[in-house]
């Protein structure tokens, strides 16, 4: 469903609750659930991938140390080609039309042309659109982050892959290690019909409530 940039004059009352996003993205998600399952890629300090499908469990491994502060294990995956198939994906549950999420991770890069993404997709598989991306090759660990607000459609689902950069010659086995992902909602902004029929009709009903 299309967010459309202005609202027809029929509908002011459809204005009054647009959600205003003054605030820097990150602190509006403070207490927020993180909805991205095993992000840390541990439980109790043992090593896993539940959660996470792999596309090429050859390219994937579990290492340690962590990134500061984020446990024991970190996620290894390693380089291969263009496009690479060192990747994991995960589809998130419960997300709706609207909703403006954030999809954060630490990365560092492993070797000269190592590196590491995240990305998100919408669809109805995890072969979907890509929507947003953000990569790092820095060898210390650094914060990525994306934010994205949802045009879903009947059937559609979030999915969040994180990938090896792909390389030409991958000399020296470049890989991207990622910790503490996560994926949060920030906020919802409030979706319009798409058609004048659909907006007919909810106008049409807002304006039976005030003659009732
Ligand atoms: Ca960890």
Request: glycine share 12%; aromatic share 8%; no cysteine.
């Amino acid at each position: 469903m299309k967010h459309p940039i202005s609202i027809p004059s029929i509908a002011p009352f459809l204005v009054t609750s647009v959600l205003l996003l003054g605030e820097v993205p990150g602190t509006l998600a403070q207490g927020a659930p993180n909805l991205l399952v095993n992000g840390s890629f541990e439980t109790a300090g043992e090593p896993g991938l539940a959660g996470w499908l792999q596309a090429n469990p050859d390219l994937i491994s579990l290492v340690s140390p962590g990134a500061p502060g984020e446990g024991d294990w970190a996620l290894r995956l390693n380089a291969d080609w263009i496009p690479p198939t060192g990747f994991v994906t995960q589809r998130i549950e419960g997300l709706r039309d609207g909703d403006i999420i954030e999809l954060r991770a630490e990365v560092k890069a492993v070797g000269q042309y190592g590196g590491g993404q995240i990305l998100l997709f919408v669809g109805d598989s995890l072969r979907g659109k890509q929507t947003k991306s953000a990569w790092s090759s820095s060898d210390t660990w650094t914060t990525l982050s994306v934010v994205d607000t949802l045009e879903l459609a009947d059937g559609d689902s979030v999915w969040v892959r994180l990938s090896a950069l792909g390389v030409e010659v991958p000399v020296g086995e470049p890989a991207g290690l990622f910790d503490s992902a996560s994926l949060t909602v920030l906020g919802t902004v409030p979706v319009v019909p798409a058609t004048w029929g659909a907006l007919k009709a909810r106008y049409t009903g807002v304006r039976r409530g005030f003659e009732d």
